[in-house]
């Protein structure tokens, strides 16, 4: 019987008689060599920043906050001494109040949470509740964010917005949403003109006809085809928009003209970015109190 030979297997051949592993990866075979264009300090800076993306919209914010508003409905203004009449809308706001802010360090933008109305805590979420809590704001009903252009524009937490915000013969845009007309026909939602009213057309005068090719257009509907589906409801803005007449007292601001949406919706106001900025501060008026009544009759008598 051979003798048996000791292994040691700790003890490994030399690496020349070892066989070669290659080790896979997906390192590109031809590396990115540094280019000597682009280390000129007079080359523009990178536009594909967030930070460029930001001073691009900056011209299209605004410098402040906006207002939560109630649509209460239309009437007519008389000029005295032409005798002009001028449709106009009239709103009411209700106890608009800034709730929290944004920032660009922590959310990326600037902006102004307002809230409107009032609502019961026992209706409210506790998720929102606490976010009223937080802030040391009553629960509000109606709770909208307004973009402002810098942290110039942020007011301060709990302040009370009134229409003293907005003075006569300044522009806005209003923003709310138009009446929901419901499921609708192509006729009435897109303006079709129909199918003949004769000459062999039964009960399809107002179908809307073909909605795509078959086999040459690859049998199928292409993506935003006008078809019958649900009209109205979606926000309309209102850019240019006169204010008229304000009351600070009753909370009333008039606008020229029609503003989208039925009566009792809300309408979101700012001042209009295709204008010239109102010159007026970006702090609200302050508002009227008892004590201060008080010690303004004390002062006239």
């Excluded at 939560?68 to 709103?91: E, F, N, Q």
């Excluded at 803005?237 to 919706?265: F, H, M, R």
């Amino acid at each position: 019987m051979a003798p048996k030979i000791s292994v040691c297997w700790t003890k490994l051949p030399p690496s020349f008689l070892l066989p070669s592993i290659s080790r896979r990866s997906i390192q590109s075979i031809h590396p990115p060599r540094p280019s000597r264009f682009n280390n000129h300090p007079d080359l523009p800076v990178l536009t594909s920043s967030s930070t460029a993306a930001l001073e691009r919209k900056a011209y299209t914010l605004p410098l402040r906050t906006g207002l939560l508003a109630i649509k209460k409905g239309m009437t007519a203004l008389y000029d005295p001494d032409s005798g002009k009449r001028t449709p106009c809308t009239v709103l009411q706001l209700d106890r608009c109040q800034v709730i929290a802010h944004k920032t660009r360090r922590k959310n990326g933008y600037f902006a102004v949470q307002v809230g409107s109305g009032h609502k019961e805590p026992r209706n409210v979420t506790r998720p929102q509740l606490g976010h009223f809590s937080a802030n040391g704001v009553s629960p509000k009903r109606h709770v909208s964010e307004f973009r402002v252009r810098g942290e110039e524009g942020l007011l301060g937490v709990g302040e009370v917005l009134g229409a003293g915000w907005f003075q006569e013969g300044q522009f806005v845009d209003a923003r709310a949403n138009c009446r929901g007309m419901g499921f609708a026909g192509g006729m009435k939602r897109h303006g079709f003109s129909g199918q003949p009213a004769s000459h062999g057309i039964s009960l399809t005068h107002r179908a809307m006809g073909s909605a795509g090719q078959s086999q040459g257009g690859g049998s199928r509907v292409l993506p935003g085809k006008k078809m019958p589906g649900r009209m109205g409801g979606q926000q309309v803005t209102t850019q240019n928009v006169k204010v008229l007449k304000v009351d600070e007292e009753k909370g009333i601001i008039v606008l020229n003209g029609n503003i989208s949406g039925p009566d009792k919706t809300i309408v979101k106001l700012q001042d209009a970015i295709k204008k010239p900025w109102p010159a007026i501060s970006s702090s609200p008026p302050p508002t009227p109190t008892f004590a201060g009544a008080v010690e303004a009759a004390a002062a006239a008598r």
